[in-house]
């Protein structure tokens, strides 16, 4: 009976939810159908019921926190379980070794393993010898060997002729005729020697050197070769062009791509922009403009070129041209135009490493005690600490000077000068060129000083100005026999000619130009557009 009412209750469900929802429910009835005395009974027809309306299989991503989603949860976290219970282990499964080779066994598999050098690899060797195998009372020599060794960064000169089989004595000896040509500190890292070693009267002694030869310097090779029984030492000279290198083009839209495309190390450039940067700032020079460039250049016989510094550099723009040369003066290297003058731009710096204690202008005077103008600046600093020169000049005076005590004077270009009082020691001499930064005196307290300070004085054509705002530009100007020989300097320079590789350069720099004009052309129509 319960069977017949429960297949017609689904039969009426089958009949109103469609086809789909009858067959779901008479699949349900199937699974579900009690089995005998249990099915006649309401309490298996409701536990039928439950299960068959549960759904085991729930969605954690829905409903979260739900009574359906925890049990889900639970039904996950049971199948997981099972399954780690169910996993094997892994255990390692016992191997039965080999034994280790040894003797010649080991030898023969050696040479035939594969190893890295540095572990001592043996791959390519022969095969360990075997019972037929005679060993040799002695083994033949060859009477000459040739080698070559390098000179590793902070290696000895001596020491690298050692570990290429030279005894000690003839290392020393080798040494000792090379420092006689060349300091051995100038032979560079990287330099090659080739060696020829000789025959030895027994294997227990080093081999006799027979001939060496490496280059010592850009314009010298060395050769020490064997002769009449001892090693002498033979210089080889290499003629060298010393005709500086000259590069122009077209300065298009980067002087210094155009520049660089053209041969010109990037070291050069950077001096190129700063020698015309003194007289021409950058932001004026179009893409129109030529640059002129000559630098130190070295050519030996052999082929090999060196770069030196940059001797030249010059700027033409329409009517204008900027011409710079690299001229000494004072100990100093500087840029001077083709008139000869030079320009540098800088401020004076603090005499003394302490502090201010009285500024410019009027004040009462700690000794006189009235008020009365302070053509100075006084910085208060331990006794005996040092005073330098504030900038490059000439000592105009040196020596005691009324209330100043102790007093030097220094005479600048542009008509500066500064003074230091109250010294405790002068260092400085009387018409002595001083450089910026070189001690000239000590501090101390002499003359009119109520302790140890420094005070410092700037004249600008002869009157006192305030220290604290002096900022000025140095003008130099050669003149007499050292404007004669700039101007001849500059002449020869000026007669060294263009690279042959001075075309390509320009094609190079005018298709860079041609490019960049594209560019704004195609923005401009854009915009246009």
């Not at 399954?83 to 050696?110: C, M, N, S």
């Not at 390098?150 to 003839?170: C, H, M, N, Y």
Request: aromatic share 6%; charged share 25%; net charge positive.
């Amino acid at each position: 009976m319960f069977q017949g009412s429960r297949q017609q209750g689904y039969a009426e469900d089958f009949g109103q939810g469609g086809g789909a929802t009858g067959a779901l429910v008479l699949a349900k009835a199937n699974r579900f159908r009690p089995i005998g005395r249990i099915a006649d009974s309401e309490w298996a027809a409701r536990v039928g019921d439950r299960f068959a309306t549960t759904d085991i299989v729930v969605d954690l991503g829905v409903r979260i926190g739900s009574r359906a989603w925890w049990r889900g949860l639970a039904t996950c976290i049971g199948l997981c379980t099972a399954a780690a219970l169910f996993t094997p282990g892994f255990k390692p499964l016992p191997v039965q070794y080999g034994r280790p080779l040894a003797g010649a066994e080991w030898e023969e598999a050696r040479s035939l393993s594969i190893a890295p050098l540095g572990l001592g690899a043996d791959s390519g060797r022969r095969l360990a010898p075997t019972e037929a195998v005679e060993p040799l009372a002695d083994t033949p020599e060859r009477p000459r060997v040739e080698m070559s060794a390098t000179i590793g960064q902070g290696d000895g000169f001596a020491r690298v002729l050692e570990r290429a089989g030279v005894s000690k004595d003839e290392a020393r000896q080798v040494s000792n005729l090379v420092s006689g040509a060349v300091p051995l500190g100038d032979l560079r890292s990287g330099t090659r020697m080739v060696l020829v070693l000789g025959r030895r009267a027994r294997k227990s002694d080093p081999r006799p050197l027979e001939t060496l030869g490496f280059r010592a310097k850009f314009d010298l090779k060395l050769a020490i070769e064997r002769a009449e029984g001892g090693l002498r030492l033979k210089r080889i000279p290499i003629a060298v062009d010393d005709t500086p290198l000259r590069i122009q083009g077209r300065v298009g839209s980067s002087l210094f791509a155009a520049a660089r495309s053209a041969g010109m190390p990037s070291d050069a450039i950077q001096a190129f922009i700063r020698a015309v940067a003194v007289k021409m700032p950058m932001r004026q020079i179009g893409s129109d403009a030529r640059f002129d460039a000559i630098i130190e250049h070295r050519r030996a016989e052999t082929g090999e070129t060196q770069t030196g510094q940059l001797l030249y550099a010059g700027v033409t723009q329409g009517g204008r041209k900027t011409q710079m040369l690299r001229w000494s003066a004072g100990g100093r290297d500087k840029w001077y135009d083709a008139a000869g003058t030079g320009e540098t731009r800088g401020a004076m710096s603090r005499p003394v490493q302490g502090y201010m204690t009285s500024s410019f202008g009027m004040r009462r005077h700690p000794i006189l005690g009235f008020s009365r103008m302070h053509q100075g600046m006084d910085f208060g600093a331990p006794m005996g600490a040092p005073i330098v020169a504030a900038t490059d000049g000439v000592v105009a005076f040196a020596g005691r000077h009324g209330g100043h005590g102790n007093y030097v004077r220094l005479n600048h270009s542009g008509g500066i000068a500064t003074g230091y009082a109250h010294m405790s020691r002068i260092i400085a001499r009387q018409g002595e060129r001083v450089r910026q930064g070189q001690l000239i005196g000590y501090v101390g307290s002499t003359g009119m000083s109520t302790g140890p300070h420094l005070h410092y004085e700037v004249y600008r054509g002869g009157k006192p100005v305030n220290p604290a705002t002096m900022s000025f530009t140095v003008t130099d100007q050669l003149g007499g026999a050292d404007l004669a020989r700039f101007k001849a300097k500059l002449s020869n320079l000026l007669a060294v000619r263009i690279t042959a590789a001075e075309p390509r350069i320009e094609k190079k720099a005018d298709k860079q130009a041609d490019a960049a004009t594209a560019k704004k052309s195609d923005k401009s129509a854009t915009r246009k557009s």
